[in-house]
Structures are given as C-alpha cells and as structure tokens.
C-alpha cells in the first residue's frame, strides 16, 4: 500500500509541475476569491480583519473543490482508467497518493492565500502564524474528502456541477474548525483546540477513504 | 412483508397520525410557558427520529449490505433510495417545524445552533445523494456510487445526535433522553410517544411504497433489456 | 491444453445498452485470434470484457482461469490492453509513462527504454510529453507497454489504426513475438487482409453475437 501509495504521490506531483495547473488556474482563482470577499465585505477596516478568518478559508475551501477535479481528471480518461486498473494498483494506496500530492498543493495555496491575508486583510503576520497547525491538519481532511468525492464524480458528464454540491457540505465542518481556530489565534488564543478538531477530521475522512476508495473505483 | 400486513399498514399509519392530530390539537393542554406552541412537539421529535435514525440508519445499512461483496444485490440499492428520498422528506419537515417553533420561541425562524446547522449540512448532503441518483449511469455504477455517497452522508448523524451535549446552543435537549427520563408527562407523553408511532408507520409505509415503485421499474427494466437483447441479436442476422 | 478463454452465452451491457448479446467463443492458448465486424458489433466491449474490466450481465466466462463472474481483478494483472485512447497521462512522457507502470507492475523501471526502442521511439520521442506525440507514435507507446510488460494475454483494439506501413509491419512482427512466446493474442480489425496475416482464427462479430467464424486454413478463405 505505501509504495503504491508513493508512487502514485509522484507521479500526480510531477504531473502538476509540468502543467502547472496549481500555479496558473488555482492560485489565481483562491487570490481572486479573496478579493472578490473583500470588495463585498466593503472598505471598513475593521470589517475585513473580523471578517478574514472566514474569507480566508471559505477561499480555500472553494479553491481546493477546484484542486481536486483537477486531481479527479487526470485519472478520468478512458484510456487512463482502462490502462490504471489493469495494473493492479492497492486502492487504499492510490488513495493515499493521490491525497498526500492533494494535500501538498493545498498547502502551498495556503501559504499564499495567508500571504494574501496579511496584504490585503492587515491581519498581524506573527499570530497568523500560530495558525500553522490548522492548515496542516486542514490540508490532509480537504484532500481526503476532495479525492474521495472527486473519484465519485469522475467519468460523469456533470462532474463539474456535481462535485461543488456534493463535497461544499462535507467540507463545511474544516471550514467552520479553521475559521474559529484562525479567529481565536488572531484574538490572542491558541490553535489548540481546533488544531485537535481538524486533526480528528483528517484522521477519519482518511481511514473512510482508505475504506471506500477500492470499492468506488472498482466494483469487482 | 406478508400480504395482509401490507394492506393494513396504510389504513393504521394514517389512523395513528388522525389519532395523534386529535391528542395533540384538543386534548393535551397547553405549556405553562410556551403555550399552545407545544403542541409541534408531537410533530417535530417523531420527524427528527424518523429522519435520522430510522431513514439514514436504514439507508446506511443497506449501503454497507450492497458495497460488501457476500451481501450485493439490487435490493439494497432500492432501499437505501427509497430510505433516502422519504428521509429527505421527513428532514424537510423537521427543519420547517423547528423553525416554526423557533420564531414565536427564540424570535428567529433561523440560528446558527449547532444542532441547526448540523441538521441543515445533513439535509444538504442527502440532497447531493438525490442529486447522484438523477445522473446517467449503468445501475450498478450509479448504486455503488450513492452507497458510498449515503455512508459519508451518514457520517454527519452523531453529529447532529451529539450537537447539543458537545455545544451548548439555543436548541433543548432530548425530551426523552438516552437513560429513558422523560421531560414531559401525563396525557402530553402518551401524545409524544403515539406521535413516534404514528410517524414510524408512515415512514414504514412510505419506504415501502417507494420501493415497490422501484423494484417494478427495474423489473421493466429488464424486460426492455430482454426486448433489447432479441433486437441486438437480430443486427447479426440481418 | 484449457482453452485461455472460454465464453458461453455472454451478455455483457454498456449503461443499459446490450453490447455483448450472448457470445459463444473459445481462444486456444498461445493463438491469435482477430475479431472482425462493423461499427458498434461489440470488438470493443468484447475485449472489455476479455480484459475483465467489463462484468457480465448473464452467461460464463473463463480468461486465463479466471471466472469472469468472480475473479476479475486477479485476472488484470496478466492482461493487456491497447485501447483507442492514449494509454496513460499526456502530461508524461512516453519513458515516463511506462517507468510508472513498470513501476506498478513491480518490474524494474529501466526495461522501458528497451521496449521503447524496440518500437521506434527512442531518444527525443521517448522523452517529450506524449499529448506531443501524433497518433501513430501514441499507438506505439502503447505496443512499447505491452513489450515491456509481457502479458499472458494481449488484447489489441485495430492496433494497427493510425500507424504507417512500417508500423503495421512492426505491429504484425510484435504479434507473432507474443504468440511465439506463449501469450494469446485477441485482435480487432476493420481489416480482413491485415488480420488474416497473422491470426490462426477469425470470427466476425455482428449484433453482438459471433457471426462466422474461420480456423486454421480456413481463415484465409475470409479475405
């Protein structure tokens, strides 16, 4: 399983540096995100350094519904699929490939998604950073569960219009963790609580994926 | 399900509801402090229960029996989709209840409670499952799909069983609780445990329906397959 | 000798639709096999189900001594199958492309550029992302995978669609390699003359069903 696992984690990363589809589409698109919220929220200051922790990782949540079709599309071709199942890949071990290349590139959108806090937002730079935990283990319960749907979806024709329904209200439970655990360490708190929460989350959407992912891929 | 139990579910869920209408509207009196606004608590717990202990537990199972290999058949299938589509029903009306409770009571129809929120996520996600159902696939594709689906649905239920212990929101603990204490009394407990009686019919009596619709299309499906099949066969004749 | 497939009344569906319509077949070991028939006869879903990607609606099937109705992910790892569509990921090279699925496979990644070579793709080809490659080069990544790989039963979707005279020359050779060396071959072709050069057995699919079938000298009665 892990080296199945490993295998399929590099090649999904490689994959991504040579299309860059993170840099060019998703980055832009969690940027744009912010902004948009930020222009609805209105100028007040005080408005958008209340309202940052929500913005924050409402625009993760949405950019990674986008990382993840993308990760779901790579495997979608029939060609792909044919070639793929007839290697007799562990299921538990793709899923876990594919969640941990996920989970790399959702981190690095958060990292630049918190840049683009502290820039347009004023949040204090030095107690975003205490929010490191929470990204972490938010990182690992997104991409689980956007693997997870994702490989629900693939190969439908209404993958796109399907996968925001089906995985927003899965996901709603990271949201509403990382924005109390971000706003309590903007406010002076620690992460710790809520870093506890995700943490519980990632553990349980990875052990149900490990479980569901072989069934959902191949029925055999 | 024999015959004549068939027959008389109908007729006996809809006298326990008339029943429960009758205790409920004119012979249980009103709170001391809420008033006649109460009387939804002969509707919403019997709702609530059935949504999601009774439709999602049921379409949980059946899920799991179709995703394991030993136990795999379409019947499963059926039922998780007839399980979810009247606990969609049932949660529908749980929500519209609570807030129709909720406006006179907290002088909202709609707070961010923990148990709310959880309940209106669960709705949300069985909707995503009715959503799945609709999208063109071969059956076998499209039942694994909505098993796996109904499972991680189901992952939301302790949430919302446990929202009010683990948040203390506005939304009031169990009226019957895990150790069987009742909260209620006299003619206004008999009224609440008839009314989870009287729903649980209704959902029996429903899911069968909704799944005798179900079997009886997929057994025309099979006949077109078969008509199919001579056609296709024909094409190498020809 | 068991035959390496073994169809009885095979029913096989794509979404409702009954592709396969009760396919009686049976494919020695070690032979090559063409499948003939117009569009939509089934060719395609026929080596699906061969591949045991595809399950049956009713009827029996034996790949390789695998039952089709219970045992089709032991079967995948001894097939393989070169379908219409590019066989892995167009972001990846060819050399890429087949070190992962050696990879996969547990073989040592280096036997790619051998295979590679073998099919004329070496050097600059190999190394380009293979959305870059034209058709006919795609096509000979994915004969390069099933060198590489050296299933026991090799399944060929109109291999030789898209490749020039030289190809369709090294695509025959490759065949007669396999079966040489003990594999069974299953090809699809619109092409009487081309599969009748190699194969030791033709049917013709038609309706889902097998039409007509030709073995031994027979079969070069069907051009």
């Known amino acids: 399983m892990w080296r199945d696992a490993a295998l399929v984690c590099g090649k999904d990363l490689r994959i991504e540096l040579r299309s860059r589809v993170l840099v060019w589409q998703v980055v832009p698109f969690g940027i744009l995100a912010l902004i948009l919220f930020a222009l609805a929220l209105g100028p007040s200051l005080d408005a958008l350094r209340h309202g940052a922790p929500g913005i924050l990782w409402l625009a993760l949540l949405l950019a990674s519904v986008l990382a993840s079709s993308r990760s779901a599309a790579i495997e979608a071709t029939e060609g792909t699929r044919a070639t793929v199942r007839l290697l007799g890949l562990d299921a538990a071990g793709v899923f876990l490939g594919k969640v941990l290349a996920l989970a790399v590139q959702l981190l690095v959108l958060t990292g630049i998604l918190e840049l683009g806090l502290l820039v347009l937002f004023h949040v204090d730079g030095g107690r975003l950073a205490l929010a490191t935990p929470l990204s972490c283990f938010a990182v690992v319960a997104l991409a689980a569960v956007g693997t997870l749907y994702g490989a629900l979806v693939a190969g439908t024709d209404v993958a796109t219009t399907l996968l925001p329904l089906l995985v927003l209200p899965a996901l709603a439970p990271v949201l509403i963790a990382g924005e109390r655990g971000t706003a309590s360490v903007l406010a002076g708190g620690g992460p710790g609580r809520w870093a506890i929460v995700l943490a519980v989350m990632a553990v349980a959407y990875l052990a149900v994926g490990v479980v569901l992912y072989g069934p959902l891929e191949d029925p055999s | ?238 | 000798m068991a035959p390496a497939v073994t169809l009885r009344s095979a029913v096989a569906l794509l979404g409702r639709f009954p592709a396969l319509a009760g396919v009686d077949l049976d494919v020695e070991e070690g032979s090559v096999l063409a499948v003939l028939g117009p569009n939509g006869a089934g060719k395609t879903t026929l080596l699906h189900l061969l591949a045991g990607l595809l399950g049956l609606r009713s009827g029996t099937g034996h790949v390789l001594g695998c039952d089709l109705a219970s045992q089709r992910r032991a079967l995948r790892p001894q097939v393989g199958l070169l379908g219409h569509r590019p066989m892995l990921y167009p972001e990846l090279s060819a050399a890429e492309n087949l070190a992962f699925g050696l990879r996969a496979v547990r073989r040592p990644p280096g036997e790619a550029v051998a295979a590679l070579e073998r099919v004329g793709l070496a050097g600059a080809l190999a190394t380009v992302p293979s959305r870059s490659l034209s058709a006919g080069q795609q096509r000979r990544m994915g004969l390069a995978w099933l060198v590489a790989r050296r299933p026991a039963l090799w399944l060929l979707d109109e291999p030789a669609a898209g490749l020039d005279e030289e190809g369709r020359a090294l695509c025959d050779a490759l065949v007669e390699e396999a079966a040489r060396g003990g594999a069974t071959v299953v090809l699809t072709s619109h092409d009487p003359d081309g599969a009748t050069r190699v194969a030791d057995a033709v049917v013709r699919l038609a309706g889902g069903v097998v039409a007509a079938a030709w073995v031994g000298e027979r079969v070069h009665r069907v051009a």
């Open chain 2, 1 to 238: 399900m024999s015959r004549a139990v068939d027959r008389a579910l109908g007729p006996v869920a809809l006298g326990l509801v008339v029943l429960t209408v009758w205790l409920g509207l004119w012979v249980t009196p009103p709170d001391e402090l809420q008033g006649n606004i109460v009387r939804l608590l002969y509707l919403h717990p019997a709702l609530a229960w059935v949504a999601l202990y009774l439709a999602f537990g049921l379409a949980a199972l059946s899920s799991a029996l179709y995703l394991w290999p030993r136990t795999r058949a379409s019947r499963w299938d059926l039922l998780a989709a007839s399980t979810v589509e009247v606990g969609v029903v049932f949660l529908s009306l749980t929500l519209a209840t609570g807030m129709l409770w909720g406006r006179p009571a907290w002088g909202v129809w709609w707070t961010w409670d923990a148990r709310l929120t959880s309940t209106a996520l669960l709705e949300l996600l069985f909707i995503g499952y009715l959503a799945m159902r609709r999208v063109p696939a071969d059956p076998h594709t499209r039942a694994r799909r909505c098993a796996v689906l109904a499972l991680l649905a189901c992952l939301d239920v302790p949430i919302v069983h446990f929202s009010v212990q683990w948040w203390n929101g506005l939304h009031q603990g169990a009226t019957i609780d895990a150790g069987f204490q009742f909260h209620v009394h006299g003619s206004m407990l008999w009224t609440l445990l008839l009314s989870f009686l009287a729903f649980t019919c209704v959902f029996a009596w429903m899911v069968r329906r909704r799944y005798q619709i179900a079997a009886r299309s997929e057994e025309v499906e099979d006949t077109e397959l078969q008509a199919a099949l001579v056609e296709r066969r024909a094409e190498g004749v020809r």
